[in-house]
């Protein structure tokens, strides 16, 4: 089953970009990265998903590298309420779709 | 459109006790997926449900069980409750649960076993 590997804290500034990397290197070709986020003892907030191509939304925008092993999720203008635990998922196929967890990274985003 | 419910918000049980929680997905939405999360485990696969068949299960013990309703409707059970299940359950919801579909949460369950 495809793993994630993310650092487990970051700091940005507020109204800086933050720019959270995300390693998945046995990801399989047909499945996709998700990133949420979890504020404390909240259930985790969608954010963005893709396969192969960069995605952008309202939220945030997600770099995928043409090998597909690694990720970066943007948030372009920090700010404090952006500080949760952001998770980058691999959707696994061969588990009929279920979200495999890693530890995620807390960014903490300061004044 | 309202979000996915799961009620109740909090609830305290005491060791042997069984539990029930529930969750009212998206309207339109006939995936139900629930996760439990602890500060040592993090976010672990319960089970997934789709058209009130259950789908796909997770590495839980078989005191962890849920159905769905017709109306997509779902409901898990712990029976015989232990410290350990102390959690923060957590129900998603999404379309038809394919593998580029958006999961959206509840706010989640937090269970105190004492």
């Known amino acids: 089953d495809a793993k994630t590997t993310q650092p487990p804290s970051m700091d940005c500034a507020e109204g800086r970009a933050a720019n959270l990397p995300c390693n998945h290197s046995?990801?399989?070709?047909?499945?996709?990265v998700y990133w949420y986020r979890q504020i404390h003892s909240q259930g985790p907030q969608y954010i963005i998903h893709?396969?192969?191509?960069?995605e952008t939304n309202e939220m945030a925008s997600l770099i995928i590298t043409e090998d597909r092993k690694s990720s970066t999720l943007i948030l372009p203008h920090a700010t404090l309420r952006d500080t949760a635990v952001y998770y980058c998922?691999?959707?696994?196929?061969?588990?009929?779709?279920?979200?495999?967890w890693g530890a995620g990274t807390k960014l903490i985003i300061k004044p | 459109k309202a979000g996915v419910t799961q009620t109740p918000r909090y609830l305290i049980k005491t060791r042997g006790q069984q539990v029930t929680l529930s969750c009212s997905p998206i309207s339109g939405h006939r995936s139900v997926s629930w996760y439990q999360q602890t500060p040592g485990q993090g976010l672990q696969f319960l089970f997934e449900y789709f058209s009130e068949t259950q789908r796909n299960k997770g590495n839980f013990p078989g005191r962890f069980s849920g159905r769905q309703f017709s109306n997509s409707r779902s409901e898990m059970n712990v029976s015989t409750l232990e410290l350990g299940d102390s959690a923060l359950y957590l129900c998603?919801?999404?379309?038809?649960?394919?593998?580029?579909?958006?999961?959206?949460f509840g706010s989640g369950t937090q269970l105190s076993v004492l």
């Open positions: 998603a919801s999404s379309l038809v649960g394919n593998l580029g579909e958006k999961l959206f």
């Open positions: 893709g396969l192969k191509n960069n």
């Open positions: 998922i691999v959707r696994v196929k061969n588990s009929n779709y279920q979200l495999i």
């Open positions: 046995t990801i399989s070709g047909n499945e996709y």
